[in-house]
């Protein structure tokens, strides 16, 4: 039994749908579960539309009839103007339709949730019809019914005895029948709420089915030829890596390289299932293959970009020392508002972290950290990651800029430049 992942650049337009369909035909003997991504950059518009909703702006409903338009030019490409599919895509977007005719009275990662799912609901219908229309056997599911997640929206945590449970009672037996659709990125809670497992999820998702049936393997499919040790659109003459390790693979991930999702690898680890990641429009390329007892391979070192950071100082008010019961409410704070630290460093004086910049989780953590502590920090700001890095590629991405904290370890430099 195999898992695979489409993400969105795969099913991005009819052509990409219909490529699917010619991947999925080179494993017609094996049984299949497949999750698919929201189309192209649906989940960036359906993020446009959460806080032009919130914010209460003038273009609400032009962002959604832009969405809506997206997805019914393709499905008319595929289907023509009549198939059962168009209603099934119109149910599904009239969960937005009632939630913006009424003023945003809850908490906005919880909106967040309820519209932003709504993209890989839309993706998984059109996938599945047209799976249907070229008479292959395949079921859709609901996701939301499967993984089970707190209530903790937009980093939904899973419940892996009740997920597990769920999957092994159903999932089998289906997949007995046809390939298994659904959606990546989703969960449910247990008052029927849908929560996200976190920005680029879907990876995450093929790893729980994958763990939880004992795959033979997980694919994931993109619109590169591999796991690479740039990116190719910012560096010039990436190199492949043919395999990797399974720790390579999280070290990689946990700095931010985004070919994979961070929490993808470790239930894969445990059960020993290897990923593969493969190109979609070469479906018989290699690709890369992570797995226990590869041999990793650094031509050149691996570089991660992480744009929109922000780096903040944090010190005591009566410029007393950073100590360990200051270190200890300071990553309270982050832990309560689910601000993650991509880089650390401490002084005498301070404490300064590298995150992410997403406004209403800083805007809560400055809020509350200013309660005892003082507090700067500076914006727009880059944190390049390299490993297995050497002095001469360290110089390469910085040169031109402003470095404004600098940190090297056996294996790996991280920076953050302006």
Known sequence: MLVFKFGGASVKDAQGVINLGKVISNYRNEQLLVVVSAMGKTTNALEKLTRAYFDGNDDVHTVFEEIKDYHYQILHELFGDHHPVFDEVANTFVEIDWMIEDEPHDDYDFIYDQIVSIGELVSTRIVNAWFNHQNFSSKWIDVRGYIHTDNTYREGVVDWDKTCSSIQKDIPALLSKSIVVTQGFLGGTSENFTTTLGREGSDYTASIF?????AGSVTTWKDVPGILNADPKL????????????????????????????????????????????????????????????????????????????????????????????????????????????????????????????????????????????????????????????????????AGQSVLVKQTSRHTAQVVVK
């Not at 994958?210 to 004992?214: E, F, R, T």
């Not at 994979?260 to 390329?285: D, G, R, S, Y």
């Not at 005892?372 to 991405?397: E, G, S, W």
């Open 210 to 214: 994958a763990s939880c049936l004992g």
């Open 235 to 398: 560096f010039a003459d990436t190199v492949k890596f043919e395999e990797l390790s399974y720790q390579e693979a999280i070290e990689m991930t946990y700095y931010g390289a985004s070919v994979i999702h961070p929490k993808t690898i470790k239930p894969l680890q445990n059960a020993n299932i290897p990923l593969l990641v493969k190109p979609f429009m070469e479906p018989t390329a290699a690709g890369t293959v992570i797995k226990e007892g590869a041999v990793n391979k650094f031509e050149k070192p691996v570089i991660i970009l992480k744009n929109n950071q922000v780096l903040i100082s944090i010190s005591a008010a009566d410029y007393s020392f950073i100590s360990e019961s200051h270190l200890s409410e300071i990553f309270a704070a982050f832990a309560k508002h689910q601000v993650k630290v991509n880089m650390m460093q401490t002084s005498a004086l301070s404490f300064s972290a590298c995150i992410d910049h997403i406004p209403e989780r800083f805007e809560r953590l400055l809020s509350t950290l200013k309660q005892n502590f003082k507090v700067k920090y500076n914006n727009d700001l880059k944190l390049i990651t390299l490993r297995h890095y050497t002095d001469v590629a360290l110089q390469d991405v910085t």
